[in-house]
């Protein structure tokens, strides 16, 4: 989506999660962590982990603009929940997703499950109540941002959950999904 934005030329290779192919030894020589994304620049350097290739992508194209310049308080601000969503939900995407992982008993998975689904609407409900974007995370100004919390607000059955529990998250959802460079993007690999 971040891509779409800004504009750039890019070459999609598809990773097939149903078949597991981010875990084999092909895609774990590029990413040892096994998740997508995997962003490879134009000079071969491997870039990993969605908020720095965010970021990345920031700093390669500074002329879209989608984070205010440094020094910039919205800067912080737009950072601020980034990170949040990196380093606090998708823990619990993974927790939720691979349950078994988290315990050596699989009688336990079911509640590992339960309970990351739990903590990570915490972090949706912390977003609706203190970040309040209107429409965006920094008000009026849409940023890359906007982008990574409205993905990540669809992931654990937030497209069922987030509408009537988060109105103000699913409010920039709504604004990202319909911005004209992002709308084809959303409609393919978003659920919901």
């Not at 998740?35 to 500074?62: C, F, K, M, N, Y």
């Not at 998975?109 to 609407?121: D, F, H, K, L, P």
């Amino acid at each position: 989506m971040a891509l779409a934005e800004i504009g750039a030329a890019v070459e999609l290779r598809p990773v097939p999660l149903a078949s597991d192919a981010q875990l084999e030894a092909e895609y774990r020589q590029l990413n040892p962590m096994g998740r997508i994304p995997t962003l490879i620049l134009p000079d071969g350097t491997v870039v990993t982990e969605s908020l720095a290739i965010l970021l990345t992508l920031v700093d390669r194209h500074p002329e879209a603009g989608l984070l205010p310049p440094s020094g910039d308080p919205a800067r912080s601000v737009a950072l601020r929940w980034m990170a949040l969503v990196a380093g606090e939900f998708y823990p619990h995407v993974t927790r939720f997703d691979y349950p078994e992982r988290f315990s050596a008993d699989p009688a336990h998975a079911g509640a590992i499950r339960a309970r990351a689904m739990e903590m990570g609407r915490d972090i949706w409900r912390l977003i609706e109540r203190e970040c309040a974007p209107d429409p965006f995370v920094l008000g009026a100004r849409f940023s890359v941002a906007d982008i990574y919390l409205a993905a990540l607000s669809r992931w654990m059955k937030g497209a069922e959950w987030i509408p009537a529990e988060c109105p103000r998250v699913e409010a920039m959802a709504r604004a990202v999904a319909s911005r004209p460079r992002i709308a084809p993007v959303w409609s393919r690999h978003v659920p919901g």
